[in-house]
């Protein structure tokens, strides 16, 4: 798959898992916690080349359900564990590799997650130091336009700040989270990025809230499609990885409609402001 749309519509459904799951600035009391399973139906019309420029070179479609779990150790302390599923098809004339680009729907258990975050305090902010660590279930194909992942381990740490927005606006509050991820070295290459999400949400009656969310990413290294890449050939090594080692750069919007009940209901729209290059991984 051309390294770009995957993760840009799989950040989507990750911003989107943030306004429905866990407050991530926010740790669960002392033997409290949360269970969340999640569904993902995205579609992917076209391509990006390293300049935003839009091709189609065919439509892909996406499934991802993710179980996640999210549990207070201490009042201070959290652990977040996740184990997403993902199944997807490719339709069109430029297929990576068959069987798995033949137009059929293709699945694999993907990249399990484990994440610690601890409170350092509460007020004047919430203030929320994370470490996380993400790693292939198992050796999965990432060289096809229907691939689920990337098949890459990726460490990320950072932090979380959120407070309640009262009395200015008493059933708002905000969130922001800062992650620096450090990638697998492949070919040599090692593309760390720098990841900024921000979250404002309301409660407009307490089963019913609104949230406008957006996401920026920065790589530090990797290559950029379609220049770095002259020979798009499965014998050019470079290119039977080019998922692993571009660049990913993009900017997304995404606002919510929620109403929690024991199942969720979600309504949303998302925009891309700009985008250069992506490789997906559900992360939640």
């Not at 927005?165 to 040599?188: H, N």
Request: net charge positive; charged share 15%; proline share 6%.
């Amino acid at each position: 798959m051309c390294a770009k749309h995957r993760l840009l519509l799989l950040s989507a459904a990750v911003l989107l898992a943030h306004a429905t799951g866990f407050g991530q600035a926010w740790v669960p009391p002392k033997g409290e916690g949360e269970m969340a399973l999640s569904y993902q139906n995205l579609f992917t019309r076209d391509h990006f080349n390293g300049d935003g420029s839009r091709h189609d070179y065919g439509h892909i479609r996406l499934f991802g359900v993710i179980e996640e779990l999210d549990y207070g150790v201490t009042n201070k302390f959290a652990v977040n564990l996740s184990v997403p599923y993902g199944f997807g098809k490719y339709h069109g004339p430029f297929p990576h590799k068959l069987p798995i680009d033949d137009g059929d729907y293709h699945g694999a258990l993907q990249d399990m997650h484990v994440g610690f975050r601890y409170n350092v305090f509460r007020r004047p902010i919430q203030f929320t130091p994370f470490v996380a660590v993400a790693f292939p279930s198992h050796h999965y194909e990432h060289f096809a336009h229907s691939a689920v992942g990337t098949d890459l381990w990726e460490v990320q740490m950072g932090m979380s700040l959120g407070r309640s927005l009262a009395p200015v606006l008493a059933r708002g509050y905000f969130q922001m989270r800062y992650g620096y991820s450090i990638m697998q070295r492949v070919l040599g290459i090692r593309p760390d990025r720098s990841r900024i999400e921000t979250q404002f949400g309301y409660f407009v009656t307490r089963r019913l809230s609104l949230q406008a969310l957006a996401a920026s990413q920065i790589t530090h290294s990797g290559l950029d499609f379609p220049h770095d890449f002259p020979v798009r050939s499965p014998t050019n090594v470079a290119w039977t990885h080019h998922d692993q080692i571009s660049a990913i750069n993009f900017q997304l919007t995404v606002a919510t409609i929620t109403a929690p009940s024991r199942i969720s209901v979600l309504d949303s729209a998302t925009t891309l402001s700009n985008g250069q290059s992506s490789s997906p991984r559900f992360w939640p």
